[in-house]
T-cell receptor, first 115, second 117 residues
Framework: NAGVMQNPRHLVRRRGQEARLRCSPM?????VYWYRQLPEEGLKFMVY????????ESGMPKERFSAEFPKEGPSILRIQQVVRGDSAAYFC?????????????FGEGSRLTVL | AQSVTQLDSQVPVFEEAPVELRCNYS??????LFWYVQYPNQGLQLLLK??????LVKGINGFEAEFNKSQTSFHLRKPSVHISDTAEYFC???????????????FGTGTLLAVQP
């Protein structure tokens, strides 16, 4: 399967713990986008990354949330000291490099439940 | 900033009936428009997209959409729905920030299409 791979698909954490969500983009894609979907809501943009560079983090909460996309390995969305309001589905999407105009390719999502 | 409005949060329809899901966008520049479908507990799958050219765009599963620049709309239609079309449908517009070097999408809040037998 050469699609966008996200893991874990389901993650349960207690309040105060850390959550790490991983995303491997499609083969040949160098851009990664993270979105959050809260219950009964649409997808909200969080952050856009290229390899080793954050391009746009305008949708990231100011505290506890961080993202990276290292030279090697998957992109990581990290949530520290989780709270119940962080319970949501987190989707990763990827696209090819600069100059591409088209759709984003989405993964199956990681569903975080905070107890 | 760009935004997308999906006026209907839920659209119930009987099987084999036609359906239209509405989408309006706000933008002062040229845009790219997309419709995605999300089945329960799954990711988003592209239905169709408008980048340029013909304003009537055909997608997968018999869906089509028409780009109307004067009304800033991109409504999704299907002449005859099936039970299997029951899903959440999202309209999205591209954000041409960074000189067009990004594919960041802004999504509407979604419309649940509920097809009844």
């Amino acid at each position: 399967n050469a699609g966008v791979m996200q893991n874990p698909r389901h993650l349960v954490r207690r309040r105060g713990q850390e959550a790490r969500l991983r995303c491997s983009p499609m083969k040949g894609h160098s851009h990664v986008y993270w979105y959050r979907q809260l219950p009964e809501e649409g997808l909200k943009f969080m952050v856009y990354l290229q390899k080793e560079n954050i391009i746009d983090e305008s949708g990231m909460p100011k505290e506890r949330f961080s993202a990276e996309f290292p030279k090697e390995g998957p992109s990581i969305l990290r949530i520290q000291q989780v709270v119940r309001g962080d319970s949501a589905a987190y989707f990763c999407a990827s696209s090819p490099g600069p100059g591409y105009t088209g759709e984003l390719f989405f993964g199956e999502g990681s569903r975080l439940t905070v107890l | 900033a760009q935004s997308v409005t999906q006026l209907d949060s839920q659209v119930p329809v009987f099987e084999e009936a036609p359906v239209e899901l509405r989408c309006n966008y706000s933008s002062s520049v040229s845009v790219y428009l997309f419709w995605y479908v999300q089945y329960p507990n799954q990711g988003l799958q592209l239905l169709l997209k408008y980048l340029s050219g013909s304003t009537l765009v055909k997608g997968i599963n018999g869906f089509e959409a028409e780009f109307n620049k004067s009304q800033t709309s991109f409504h999704l239609r299907k002449p005859s729905v099936h039970i299997s079309d029951t899903a959440e449908y999202f309209c999205a517009v591209s954000d041409p920030g960074y000189g067009g070097a990004t594919n960041k999408l802004i999504f509407g809040t979604g419309t649940l299409l509920a097809v009844q037998p």
